[in-house]
């Protein structure tokens, strides 16, 4: 298991095999997350909506649920104006 050391800002450097590894290249937008005791660092997908499309699938319909709240506010509007 490869180690690295800290600098005084708190920098390292990810080793050449991990970066190769998960494709992060200079640039690249890391996530940093601290969980429990340690701390991981994740590559962010250069286009975040194409790779998350579909993320949700099978689940309930967002959109369905906004269009439903909306008609339901729209009728409620109308009520008021009548």
């Given at each position: 298991?490869?180690?690295v050391l800290t600098s005084a800002?708190?920098?390292?450097?990810?080793?050449k095999k991990e970066r190769d590894r998960l494709g992060i290249k200079p640039g690249t937008r890391v996530v940093?997350?601290?969980?429990d005791d340690h701390?991981?660092?994740r590559p962010l997908?250069?286009?975040p909506i194409e790779h998350f499309h579909g993320f949700f699938k099978?689940?309930?319909s967002l959109t369905k649920a906004?269009?439903?709240?909306?008609?339901?506010e729209r009728m409620r509007e109308e009520k008021k104006c009548s």
């Open positions: 298991m490869p180690t800002k708190g920098q390292v450097v990810i080793p940093v997350t601290a969980v701390i991981e660092i997908p250069e286009n099978g689940g309930p906004l269009l439903e709240e909306r008609r339901k």
